[in-house]
């Protein structure tokens, strides 16, 4: 093999080894993101329709702040659970007889719910949220166990696994643009 052919397999060799070492340090950076910042999670049942349904894929940002109106992932009794923030420390939560959930005694405007139920509830209204705790419910009243059970009650801010920053899966649907 001449001079030049074995500088040359030297070159390509330096090129797909520093390639290799990339390819391996940004797959470990990336799966160290995704566990420890911004892990990626399935969504089980339907208590979150119409906004997460059975099967969704979803990216959650890690952290236990959170705000009225974030969806939430959290544990209880070694179940992870996914719901929506009604309440936080300090507030005051009722629901009514026909569902209707009114905080510090104002009705909660709720577009993301297709109806109102009161669904099942356990506890007495109205709750006061705990300082660094949450008051959280499914988006399908009806078939959702959350902050209005004693079996999971409001979560502290130690439960929190972080909230939902987007779905991945499926997809978007997008509307046929189809020239007519």
């Known amino acids: 093999m001449t001079e030049k052919k074995k500088t040359s397999r030297k070159r390509l060799t330096k090129v797909i080894l520093a390639a290799a070492v990339t390819a391996a340090v940004t797959a470990v950076t990336v799966t160290l993101l995704m566990i420890n910042v911004f892990p990626i999670m399935r969504i089980y049942g339907d208590s979150m329709s119409p906004a997460l349904f059975d ?5 959650t940002k890690k952290t236990h702040q959170l705000e009225r109106g974030d969806i939430c992932i959290f544990m209880v009794n070694g179940n992870i659970l996914c719901k929506r923030v009604i309440g936080t ?15 510090n005694g104002a ?16 506890v007495e209204y109205p709750v006061t949220v705990p300082d660094g705790s949450y008051f959280v419910m499914g988006d399908n009243r009806r078939t959702s ?3 209005r059970n004693t079996a999971v ?3 502290g801010g130690e439960q ?21």
Do not use: W
């Open 89 to 103: 420390g300090g507030d005051k939560v009722s629901v009514d007889e026909n569902g209707v959930v009114s905080v």
């Open 107 to 122: 009705p909660l405007d709720e577009p993301y719910l297709s109806a109102a139920s009161l669904g099942s509830s356990t």
């Open 55 to 59: 099967g969704d894929i979803i990216i």
């Open 153 to 155: 009650g409001c979560v």
């Open 160 to 180: 929190v696994e972080g909230k939902l920053l987007m779905r991945i899966l499926p997809t978007p649907e997008f509307p046929d643009q189809a020239a007519t």
């Open 145 to 147: 166990i959350d902050s």
